[in-house]
């Protein structure tokens, strides 16, 4: 899901929406991944929000949060996230340079008891929540920061060719990106 804004971020220097879906679409490509900018189209700000919306909209579905380690190390800040925890169970991605921080977070020390063992089927999980699950994979080890300091203007590669989102079907707004 790319976000139309993190509210723990300043606007200021964020991509346009269109870019940063189509970067997304880019690294997901041949994954059986859809990329979706639903929360543009529910028109809401916070993850609790959004997920509560995704629940009305699809109740047949199950769904698992998956979030980089570098957002389990600042979870407790988000708006209820003892509730979106109680929602959903959580996957963790482990990045290299946030393991220390986030199992030393508040948000971990709460979700410590509901911690699946390595190895341990999600199934379980995707039936009950709380549940928090670590994934261990080679990442990518490049930084995204690091990544838009070294090219600034990143976004202006992307194709201002309308694109469609995965999951809605609908278009992707492209204003914003400025002149190529």
């Known amino acids: 899901m790319v976000s139309p804004g993190n509210v723990l971020k300043p606007a200021a220097g964020m991509a346009p929406l269109a870019a940063r879906f189509a970067s997304?679409?880019?690294?997901a490509c041949g994954a059986r991944i859809k990329v979706t900018a639903i929360e543009a189209d529910l028109g809401t700000r916070y993850t609790r929000d959004t997920l509560r919306a995704?629940?009305?909209r699809y109740p047949r579905r199950r769904f698992v949060w998956l979030m980089g380690m570098?957002?389990?190390?600042?979870?407790?800040?988000?708006?209820g996230w003892r509730e979106?925890?109680?929602?959903?169970?959580?996957?963790v991605l482990v990045r290299p340079g946030y393991e220390a921080n986030a199992l030393a977070s508040p948000a971990m020390a709460w979700l410590r008891r509901w911690r699946r063992r390595h190895g341990q089927d999600l199934n379980g999980a995707k039936r009950s929540a709380p549940a928090l699950a670590i994934l261990r994979f080679d990442p990518d080890t490049r930084s995204a920061t690091a990544i838009r300091a070294a090219d600034p203007e990143w976004f202006r590669r992307f194709d201002r060719a309308a694109q469609r989102d995965m999951?809605?079907?609908?278009?992707i707004a492209?204003?914003?990106i400025g002149p190529l």
Do not use: M, Y
């Not at 997304?24 to 690294?27: D, G, N, S």
């Not at 999951?167 to 278009?171: A, F, I, K, W």
């Open 84 to 91: 979106i925890a109680r929602e959903l169970p959580i996957a």
């Open 24 to 27: 997304a679409r880019e690294v």
């Open 70 to 79: 570098d957002n389990l190390a600042q979870f407790h800040r988000w708006r």
């Open 54 to 56: 995704l629940k009305r």
């Open 174 to 176: 492209v204003s914003g």
């Open 167 to 171: 999951l809605t079907h609908r278009p």
